[in-house]
């Protein structure tokens, strides 16, 4: 039982470049989430999906897109890169409407 | 933007020490939640909390649910150098599209042994 895993761990991108980041969580949970924490910001979240088929912005969605691929995969695509998406991004996901979510170990993504 | 108020922002402790760090909001809310990040590594789900008064242990760390219902602390008793990390509050919010979290800016620990 892996919890929620997301590759790659780091990643350097040249501005305009895209990119996928990955995440697969094997508690069969129904909510997964996408976040970015930059310093002295906490956790914002990007987009979020409370079931298979279904995605819905959050707070900071704005060059970003997400596919829900199945129950366990949500991943998170730039399609663009900017500067101002260097940040470190978790994935988390939860059991049905529950609040108690579960996080990866984060993607590292540096654009120069 | 962010509507959860933690503090302190950081915090320089000596192993053995108490740790008392709070979140407060400008609305009610029923649910909060406490995250522990350790450096390199994903926030971890430390206790939540679903009303008002409730308070709950998980080993050396204890939380209360503000009796306003807008406000949460977290204490931790008799640090250790493991304490180290950033803690989130976090407070939950239902939308017709699922469930959310708003969090904290985090409160950085930090335990000289």
């Known amino acids: 039982n892996a919890g929620v895993t997301q590759t790659p761990k780091f990643q350097v991108l040249k501005t305009g470049q895209s990119m996928t980041l990955q995440c697969a969580q094997d508690?069969?949970?129904?909510?997964m989430y996408w976040y970015r924490q930059d310093p002295g910001m906490g956790l914002r979240l990007i987009y979020y999906?409370?079931?298979?088929?279904?995605?819905d912005k959050g707070e900071v969605p704005n060059g970003y897109n997400v596919s829900r691929l199945n129950k366990r995969e949500f991943s998170l695509r730039l399609e663009s890169a900017a500067p101002s998406q260097t940040s470190v991004y978790f994935c988390?996901?939860?059991?049905?409407?529950?609040?108690?979510?579960?996080f990866g170990p984060g993607t590292r993504l540096t654009v120069t | 933007g962010q509507q959860l108020n933690q503090s302190p922002q950081s915090m320089f402790i000596q192993e053995g020490e108490d740790v008392s760090m709070n979140c407060t909001s400008s609305?009610?809310?029923?649910?909060w939640l406490w995250y522990k990040q350790e450096p390199g590594e994903g926030p971890v789900l430390l206790i939540a909390?679903?009303?008002?008064?409730e308070l709950t242990s998980n080993g050396r760390l204890t939380a209360q649910f503000g009796i306003t219902r807008k406000d949460s602390f977290l204490n931790i008793s008799a640090s250790i150098p493991s304490d180290v990390g950033i803690y989130f509050c976090?407070?939950?919010?239902?939308?017709?599209?699922?469930?959310?979290?708003?969090f904290g800016e985090g409160t950085q620990l930090t335990v000289n042994p």
């Open positions: 988390a996901s939860a059991r049905g409407r529950s609040y108690e979510q579960y």
């Open positions: 508690m069969n949970h129904n909510s």
């Open positions: 909390l679903y009303k008002a008064g």
């Open positions: 976090s407070r939950g919010v239902v939308k017709t599209s699922g469930s959310r979290l708003t």
């Open positions: 999906s409370a079931s298979e088929g279904t995605t």
């Open positions: 609305s009610i809310f029923n649910t």
